[in-house]
């Protein structure tokens, strides 16, 4: 079964900083790419950072500058460094996984951690 662990997600004041976490188990590929995605109720998810297996990242513009994400591809594990945190950094935060397996391309999702950044 395949699996996805969060951790580091939690409160923070305004200006702080946090550091995800995410090791994905159980699959029978190999990892191309891993993300950070983040959501609020009604809102679409959108991906905050990604990177790939060959160490390309990209970041959406809001968080250009304070978030760093780096990955373990060897321990199938990414991390998500983020500073400088605002308020309207709040959200779920998932972690999300494209795996090579089965003859095609895998998505695999996270349970989501809360990232709650006080004024």
């Known amino acids: 079964q395949v699996r996805l662990a969060e951790s580091g997600g939690g409160l923070v004041q305004a200006g702080g900083s946090l550091r995800l976490a995410c090791e994905v188990s159980?699959?029978?590929?190999?990892?191309?790419?891993m993300s950070w995605y983040r959501q609020n109720p009604g809102n679409q998810r959108e991906e905050v950072a990604r990177?790939?297996?060959?160490?390309?990242?990209r970041y959406v513009n809001s968080v250009k500058g304070r978030f760093t994400i780096s990955s373990d591809f060897a321990k199938s594990s990414v991390y998500l460094q983020m500073a400088a945190l605002k308020p309207e950094d709040t959200a779920v935060y998932y972690c999300?996984?494209?795996?090579?397996?089965?003859?095609?391309?895998?998505?695999?999702w996270g349970q989501g951690t809360q990232v709650t950044v006080a004024k």
């Open positions: 999300y996984s494209m795996v090579a397996e089965f003859g095609g391309l895998q998505e695999y």
């Open positions: 159980g699959i029978s590929g190999s990892i191309h790419a």
């Open positions: 990177i790939t297996e060959e160490g390309h990242t």
